[in-house]
């Protein structure tokens, strides 16, 4: 008899860590927002974006070599990992060239590449989620679903701002609001969503060899 449970335990470690990593990243979103103004807001803020990052760079590779919900395949690894390493190349950028008057033209072209380049890594990765089926149907879903719900508030903001005599300053709070329940929500679904299907998976296969 030869236990094969390696062979399955690398998509429920992958996915029960991923989750985890997703539940604090929305643990720590809740407390950003009222450490705003305290010394403790920096070292959340990082941690936050770490969680994040860590969880997606996981769901990459998976574990061992497995449990990666893009089947390991090369774009699909390469379009989590910018996702996961964008917000320290940002973050970088801003730590060495600070915002100033002679900077205000190069910082508003970087501000639209800090905007698409995240936006179209995550729009491959969650279309190759989807192809991949490495996540059960119909949770393979789950993450262009968040997507959808993380740019809402933009697209909100967005046609708000395109209409006649529309109060964009009236609505840019509610917006705010709205972008920091998503900051929440999204996370917090994707990680319970990772941790309770890596809970249904088979931990163990056990082979018996033919007589």
Do not use: K, N
Request: aromatic share 8%; charged share 10%.
């Amino acid at each position: 008899m030869t236990d094969a449970a390696p062979a399955r335990t690398g998509p429920r470690q992958a996915w029960t860590i991923g989750g985890i990593l997703l539940l604090v990243c929305a643990g720590l979103s809740v407390l950003e927002p009222a450490l705003m103004f305290t010394a403790l807001f920096t070292p959340v803020s990082w941690a936050r974006t770490l969680a994040f990052s860590a969880a997606l760079v996981v769901f990459a590779v998976g574990i061992r070599g497995r449990g990666s919900v893009v089947d390991r395949r090369p774009l699909g690894v390469s379009a989590l990992v910018l996702l996961a390493v964008w917000p320290l190349v940002d973050a970088v950028v801003y730590a060495l060239v600070p915002p100033t008057m002679d900077s205000l033209e190069s910082y508003q072209v970087w501000g639209y590449v800090s905007l698409l380049v995240p936006l179209a890594a995550a729009i491959v990765a969650v279309v190759l989620i989807a192809r991949a089926g490495v996540v059960p149907h119909p949770w393979r879903w789950a993450p262009l679903w968040a997507l959808g719900a993380a740019i809402a508030p933009q697209l909100i903001l967005q046609a708000v701002a395109a209409s006649p005599g529309a109060d964009v300053q009236g609505m840019a709070a509610p917006m705010v609001g709205l972008g920091q329940l998503i900051a929440v929500a999204v996370p917090l679904g994707l990680g319970l969503c990772a941790v309770l299907l890596a809970r249904s998976r088979p931990t163990a296969v056990q082979v018996y060899p033919g007589s």
